[in-house]
């Protein structure tokens, strides 16, 4: 009796416990209740109604003697598991057996209906059980319904940098940012509270805060920290999936005014203009688990931008083996460190290669039994690529052409090929060698394999993106350059190029074509103000913006399909899918043919002609490779311009 008398006071201790028991007691009479209601129709006799209330006071105490034992009044429910499932039913059990030999030996009832017995403790069962779950039910869904206003964040380092950080929020309370406690290794200082905000713990204990608290990002206010131990705090907040911020040194403290426009980090969907999409998570995350899961995943291009994203996202997901290829043996290397300690249970494989090396690209997909290739690599700066064609053709669509027929010779289930809007009646040289790439991977379509194609517009944040250019521009106090006052692009984020080529790749039955909503193309110049300003300075005052003109290439505004491209919706309305009417496959493979004969002679005024007969949508501006013009060829077709819809299902 001992053991369930010392939890039960313990637990009177603790605020939470008289709420849940009242809600529990009131649970056990009403079961205990409804189970003679039901053993006599409701019809209860009047010795049976007197027995019922003689032996409640026995069952309560049974029943809470027991919850108590089983912790099952620690805490709220919001959190309840399976395993508060399983103690659910011992303590049903075992308050039945205490209440039994209550009543044989406490009470001495005889002719205690056994049926009653049994009732109520299938009905106590349902109905706590039944209530745990609803709560967090309930809970879950409210938290889907309404998503969160403000940003929860969790200050790490509880000194004076901290503190004085936890002011400027509190001051700038526009910036929607909820302090939910601090972390600090003094153990003096646990569970102190700081203007009002406690300290909920050590470095090792985040995992649990985040996940207790809902955390968004982490605030490291640190300065006298060393690498080493920032390095550690920033690897253990990014493996709960949250946002991190670092202030910078002491000397940056005092040689500054504020804190937080140090922690400045302008959000994506503000450069946008839009919200960043978000797709919805139960149905997408069921079909990508479905496609990745147990399966061996090839990414090309694994440590560029959309690569490096890609495998993580992969690896989350976990594949059977996750293979790295790429050129570049230094971002291989280091895309492998973070996966390998992001994901210690995904067997990660780094190759180190040119997919040119047809052979030996061909014996990995054999030898692994790929299942899925994520094609990323290509060439993608426009302006280079329009001095290097030979170079733009060999990886851009000879490549892509190695990759398919590896796909179609060891029956690969499916192929992902990452192209871009500036596929789309292209002026540039890489814009031709994308829009060839899709038609390849069309062209092979049909055969046993499925290709999928994903068009994206500019990825902002991106290696070489604009957004990069700028932020160094104005960090060297200026100019920013701006081709054209009037250029517009379509944008996306990372994670939604990401998204899109997951969710589009698992969603694809061969030879389509998908989009992202993007919204409204957004001028170049605007995007270059909002960064100017997002870093406290004044456009055209403090920052001068420079227009220095369009480069060879590039268009004024982009376009993301033409005609002969039907436009149909897909189960997500923020993915469109464009169907072709087709082309020549054996005229367009022969020319492809030719193509490889004019690379191999360095022949540049075949190999522009060439690309003009494949794509005829084309106009190349003039260029210039080494000394010579890229021949300004124009088709004679005309397509008709359309307006992009998207169509919700």
Not at 473 to 478: F, L, T, Y
Not at 538 to 550: R, V
């Given at each position: ?9 313990s637990?009177?201790k603790?605020?939470?416990?008289f ?9 056990v ?40 034992y ?24 075992a ?5 039994l ?42 938290v ?57 713990g ?49 000397l ?73 290829y ?6 291989l ?39 899925l290739?994520y ?24 490549v ?90 379509y ?40 960064l ?26 982009e ?18 899918r464009?169907?072709?009417n ?14 490889q004969?004019?690379?191999r002679d ?5 190999l ?21 013009s890229v ?19």
């Amino acid at each position: 009796m001992k053991t369930l008398t010392k939890p039960m006071i313990s637990a009177l201790k603790h605020t939470r416990w008289f709420p849940t028991a009242v809600v529990q007691i009131l649970l056990v009479i009403g079961g205990y209740g409804l189970a003679f209601g039901l053993r006599f129709d409701f019809r209860l006799p009047t010795e049976y109604t007197q027995m019922m209330l003689v032996s409640l006071p026995l069952l309560l105490v049974c029943r809470m003697a027991v919850y108590t034992y089983y912790k099952l009044n620690s805490g709220w429910w919001r959190f309840v598991s399976m395993v508060d499932l399983i103690n659910l039913t011992k303590a049903v059990i075992a308050g039945t057996g205490c209440f039994l030999i209550g009543l044989g030996f406490v009470l001495g009832l005889e002719g205690f209906p056994r049926s009653v017995i049994v009732l109520e403790a299938v009905l106590n069962f349902m109905l706590l059980g039944g209530v745990r779950f609803g709560v967090r039910w309930f809970r879950e869904a409210l938290v889907k319904k309404e998503p969160k206003q403000f940003t929860y964040a969790l200050i790490v380092g509880a000194g004076n940098a901290g503190t004085q950080l936890l002011n400027e929020i509190r001051i700038n309370s526009h910036l929607g940012i909820r302090v939910v406690g601090f972390i600090d290794d003094d153990e003096r200082k646990r569970n102190a509270y700081i203007q009002g905000v406690q300290v909920l713990g050590s470095r090792k204990d985040i995992p649990q805060i985040v996940k207790k608290y809902d955390v968004d990002e982490a605030l490291i206010a640190i300065p006298s920290a060393s690498r080493k131990r920032i390095a550690s705090i920033v690897r253990t907040a990014r493996s709960c999936g949250i946002k991190v911020r670092i202030l910078p040194s002491l000397l940056k403290l005092i040689e500054n005014d504020g804190l937080w426009s140090q922690l400045r980090e302008v959000p994506y969907d503000e450069l946008l203009g839009r919200p960043i999409v978000k797709f919805r998570r139960e149905t997408d995350l069921t079909l990508l688990k479905k496609e990745i899961r147990g399966k061996t995943v090839l990414v090309t291009g694994a440590a560029g931008s959309i690569g490096r994203e890609l495998s993580y996202q992969t690896a989350a997901l976990k594949p059977h083996e996750l293979i790295l290829y790429e050129r570049d043996e230094n971002g291989l290397y280091f895309v492998e460190l973070e996966l390998k300690e992001r994901f210690p249970d995904c067997k990660i494989t780094p190759v180190v290669g040119d997919i040119l090396n047809r052979q030996k690209f061909n014996e990995l997909v054999a030898r692994d039994h790929v299942d899925l290739i994520y094609h990323a690599a290509a060439y993608k700066h426009v302006p280079m690529m329009q001095r290097e064609p030979f170079e733009a053709v060999r990886n851009n669509i000879f490549v892509t052409k190695i990759v398919a027929e590896a796909v179609l010779a060891n029956n690969v289930e499916k192929c992902v090929f990452l192209s871009t809007d500036k596929a789309v009646k292209p002026t540039s040289i890489m814009g031709a060698t994308k829009r060839i790439g899709e038609m390849i991977l069309q062209g092979y379509s049909g055969d046993g394999s499925k290709f999928i194609i994903v068009r994206f517009g500019n990825v902002i944040g991106s290696n070489g993106s604009v957004l990069q250019l700028f932020k160094k521009q104005i960090a060297h106090g200026g100019p920013v350059t701006v081709t054209h006052a009037e250029a517009s692009r379509y944008f996306m984020s990372i994670s939604e190029a990401v998204q899109l080529v997951m969710t589009a790749g698992a969603m694809g039955q061969g030879g389509e074509i998908y989009l992202l909503d993007m919204g409204e193309p957004i001028k170049i110049t605007d995007l270059a103000r909002k960064l100017i300003e997002a870093s406290g300075l004044t456009p055209g005052k403090d920052i001068e913006i420079k227009y220095i003109g369009l480069r060879p290439g590039e268009k004024l505004t982009e376009e993301l399909f033409w005609k002969g491209e039907n436009i149909m919706p897909t189960q997500n309305k923020k993915i469109t899918r464009l169907k072709s009417n087709g082309f020549n496959k054996d005229l367009f493979f022969m020319q492809l043919n030719r193509l490889q004969s004019f690379v191999r002679d360095q022949n540049d005024h075949e190999l522009i002609e060439t690309l003009n007969d494949l794509v005829p949508e084309a106009t190349f501006s003039n260029g210039k490779k080494n000394g010579h013009s890229v021949v300004r060829t124009k088709s004679t077709h005309k397509p008709t311009e359309k307006k992009m819809t998207f169509v919700e299902n």
